[in-house]
């Protein structure tokens, strides 16, 4: 099972609130803010919307 679209709909970066999209592998979540960038671990199905959790994408 993956993260549903409504659940995408809904999940914001914790730290600018901006949008956040699902990546090709379906493994994590990436900010849309391109002054943030934080990726975010997709675990069990269940995206960890934690910044200590997040790494900067490249």
Known sequence: MAVSPELLE??????????????????TLKCT???CKLVYPIRNDI??????????AE
């Open 10 to 27: 809904i999940l914001r970066c914790p730290k600018c609130k901006s949008e956040v999209e699902l990546n090709s592998e379906k493994n």
């Open 33 to 35: 803010n391109d002054e």
């Open 47 to 56: 995206p960890v919307m934690l910044i200590d959790e997040a790494t900067v």
